[in-house]
């Protein structure tokens, strides 16, 4: 029997994001987002505030500025997440176009109040490793063991969306952040120790510097490294990709399921 899984198309509505084709402004955004769905995407997740190591952070208004445009222009059928970790986004947001996923790079520790206004709101919930700061992430990289580490900040996260009453939500490692390119690997090799939550979990690789600096290349010329690594993840227990290329998503999760059907 196939595995279900879903496709999460990128769509920055930055000027700095570290993947040049992925960014998007009012003008193209929309048919972007289009294009994504009809290639298979589930959801569609919009940036307006990057995310990348080394990142300055914009003010919630800038962000905003950003990202209400867009909204205004979805249709009711468009499925969306929005990737932010600011509570007061979320809230202006459900206000304009009802539910929709929220991927909080943080787990809510960057937004005062953020997990509070997703359990009242009743919105389903990506929970991200990260330590620090996008901007400060890359100097906090110290763990005694990275796996055990990253399962034990889900442990006391699972505790903290219970109390604050979200009964939905995903886990994303957070591969890329706070993490080097060794330990990227080592819980890339034992994502499967994750699944002890219960959660679906959600593998954001896609062009990342953990993919294309092993191999010397460009984040434009790593797409068949990410397919690759994105096999990997389906293989130790991923249900979630978030991707920049839908189609070739698609594909690997298609020959994924080829492959475990016939085992």
Same mark, same amino acid.
């Given at each position: +029997?196939?595995?279900?899984?879903?496709?999460?198309?990128?769509? *920055?509505?930055?000027?700095?994001?570290?993947?040049? /084709?992925?960014?998007?402004?009012?003008?193209?955004?929309?048919?972007?987002?289009?294009?994504?769905?009809?290639?298979?995407?589930?959801?569609?997740?919009?940036?307006?505030?990057?995310?990348?190591? @080394?990142?300055?952070?914009?003010?919630?208004?800038?962000?905003?500025?950003?990202?209400? %445009?867009?909204?205004?222009?979805?249709?009711?059928?468009?499925?969306?997440?929005?990737?932010?970790?600011?509570?007061? #986004?979320?809230?202006?947001?459900?206000?304009?176009?009802?539910?929709?996923?929220?991927?909080?790079?943080?787990?809510? /520790?960057?937004?005062?109040?953020?997990?509070?206004?997703?359990?009242?709101?009743?919105? %389903?919930?990506? /929970?991200?490793? +990260?330590?620090?700061?996008?901007?400060? +992430? &890359?100097?906090?990289?110290?763990?005694?063991?990275?796996?055990?580490?990253?399962?034990?900040?889900?442990?006391?996260?699972?505790?903290?969306?219970?109390?604050?009453? #979200?009964?939905?939500?995903?886990?994303? %490692? @957070?591969? @890329?952040?706070?993490?080097?390119?060794?330990? *990227?690997?080592?819980?890339?090799?034992?994502?499967?120790?994750?699944?002890?939550?219960?959660?679906?979990?959600?593998?954001?690789?896609?062009?990342?510097? +953990?993919?294309?600096?092993?191999?010397?290349?460009?984040?434009?010329?790593?797409?068949?490294?990410? &397919?690759?690594?994105?096999?990997?993840?389906?293989?130790?227990?991923?249900?979630?990709?978030?991707?920049?290329?839908? %189609?070739?998503?698609? &594909?690997?999760?298609?020959?994924? *399921?080829?492959?475990?059907? *016939?085992?």
């Amino acid at each position: +029997m196939d595995r279900k899984i879903h496709i999460m198309g990128i769509v *920055n509505l930055t000027e700095d994001s570290f993947y040049a /084709a992925s960014r998007a402004d009012v003008s193209t955004a929309l048919a972007r987002i289009r294009r994504m769905q009809a290639e298979g995407a589930d959801l569609v997740d919009l940036g307006a505030c990057s995310t990348r190591p @080394g990142a300055a952070q914009p003010s919630l208004e800038e962000e905003w500025a950003r990202l209400e %445009p867009v909204l205004r222009q979805l249709s009711a059928e468009s499925a969306v997440s929005i990737d932010t970790y600011r509570s007061e #986004i979320v809230r202006r947001a459900y206000d304009l176009i009802g539910p929709f996923m929220v991927n909080d790079i943080s787990a809510g /520790a960057l937004g005062p109040s953020m997990l509070e206004t997703v359990g009242e709101l009743g919105l %389903p919930y990506v /929970a991200m490793h +990260m330590r620090g700061t996008p901007e400060t +992430m &890359q100097q906090q990289t110290a763990y005694q063991d990275i796996v055990a580490d990253v399962k034990a900040y889900f442990e006391a996260f699972a505790a903290r969306a219970e109390a604050a009453g #979200i009964r939905e939500w995903l886990l994303d %490692p @957070g591969f @890329g952040f706070a993490k080097t390119l060794e330990q *990227n690997y080592r819980l890339l090799n034992r994502l499967d120790a994750l699944t002890v939550f219960g959660k679906p979990i959600l593998v954001g690789v896609s062009r990342k510097s +953990m993919v294309y600096k092993p191999l010397g290349i460009t984040p434009e010329e790593a797409l068949p490294a990410t &397919q690759v690594v994105q096999f990997a993840a389906l293989e130790r227990g991923a249900t979630w990709l978030r991707v920049h290329d839908v %189609p070739e998503a698609v &594909q690997t999760a298609r020959l994924f *399921n080829q492959t475990i059907n *016939n085992r």
